[in-house]
């Protein structure tokens, strides 16, 4: 392991540096599951991971609870009178 491959129970380091300059080789390690956290000035600034395990949800919510709710007719007149008296509408 290299002075710059810092080694964590969790995952490896790089600085920034030293990711510019084994890019690719780090991209075919993240390819195969290795995780690296680059460091810039010792300080973390980013994680390199396989987009496979990235916890970025790459799937639209978009109606997931379609035909689970039921609003009632009167929805948007509730609470309209203590709306209207509280706040002089009339």
């Known amino acids: 392991m290299s002075k710059e491959e810092k080694s964590n129970p969790i ?11 084994r890019f690719i080789e780090l991209v075919c390690r993240a390819q195969q599951g290795e995780t690296f956290v680059i460091t810039d ?15 970025v949800k790459t799937t639209t919510r978009i109606g997931f609870m379609a035909d689970q709710l039921k609003v009632p007719g009167d929805f948007d007149r509730m609470g309209k009178t203590h709306l209207d008296n509280d ?3 009339h």
Not at 11 to 21: D, H, P, Q
């Open 11 to 21: 995952m490896k380091s790089f600085s920034i540096e030293t990711a510019r300059e």
């Open 41 to 55: 000035a010792g300080k973390p600034v980013a994680i390199m991971s396989s987009i496979n395990d990235s916890p």
């Open 87 to 89: 706040y002089g509408f």
